[in-house]
């Protein structure tokens, strides 16, 4: 059975930092991008970022370059993404998603985890 | 990178088919074969539907249907279910190896 789970999601002030992971399981991890998707509460999805295979490539949402940093570690099939200098309107679900390039789809979605910035 | 547009709410009675749009631009829906569908049901994470604008994974229901036409991608459900009352959101590459979400449709089954 295919499991992404998050963790690291919290409430912060504006301007502070959090780190959350996503933890794969049931496919190879090692062969997928990987992606974090975020949820403003009672709205739309937005992509956030994109990791490839081995790490070499990360892209990100113009919102968030310069403060969100995307990585991996395959040997523990695990993804994160660091986020600095958070803002009220980074509040959101932060799902992970797995995209395989057999599809150009996100096969695979965690059930995300709440990020709420706020003073 | 503004959102592909999606009309807020459909509507359908059980049995009926029901179409959603989603309109982007050159630059992502019409430049690429890279259109993705979504089902999210209230509380719960999405489930991938459609891939490459018009292909079902394995698994998918045949009621769930891809198109598009120019700048315009288009998910079609046939013999609606009251299961299938959920938001459903489009998806496209980009330019610049960013991807994009439409703004999600509420689909009602009256």
């Known amino acids: 059975e295919v499991q992404l789970v998050e963790s690291g999601g919290g409430l912060v002030q504006p301007g502070e930092s959090l780190r959350l992971s996503c933890v794969a399981s049931g496919f190879t991890f090692s062969s997928y991008w990987m992606t974090w998707v975020r949820q403003t509460p009672g709205k739309g999805l937005e992509w956030v970022a994109n990791i490839n295979q081995d790490g070499s490539e990360k892209y990100y949402v113009d919102s968030v370059k310069g403060r969100f940093t995307i990585s991996r570690d395959n040997a523990k099939n695990s993804v994160f993404v660091q986020m600095n200098n958070l803002r009220d309107e980074d509040t959101a679900v932060y799902y992970c998603?797995?995209?395989?390039?057999?599809?150009?789809?996100?096969?695979?979605w965690g059930q995300g985890t709440l990020v709420t910035v706020s003073s | 990178q503004s959102a592909l547009t999606q009309p807020a709410s459909v509507s359908g009675s059980p049995g009926q088919s029901i179409t959603i749009s989603c309109t982007g631009t050159s630059s992502d829906v019409g430049g690429y074969n890279l259109v993705s569908w979504y089902q999210q049901h209230p509380g719960k994470a999405p489930k991938f539907l459609i891939y490459e604008v018009n292909k079902r994974p394995s698994g998918v229901s045949n009621r769930f249907s891809g198109s598009r036409s120019g700048n315009t991608a288009s998910l079609t459900i046939s013999g609606l279910q009251a299961e299938d009352e959920a938001d459903y959101y489009c998806c496209s590459y980009a330019t610049f190896d960013t991807w994009i979400f439409g703004g999600g449709t509420k689909l009602t089954v009256l």
């Open positions: 998603a797995g995209l395989w390039s057999g599809y150009n789809a996100f096969e695979f």
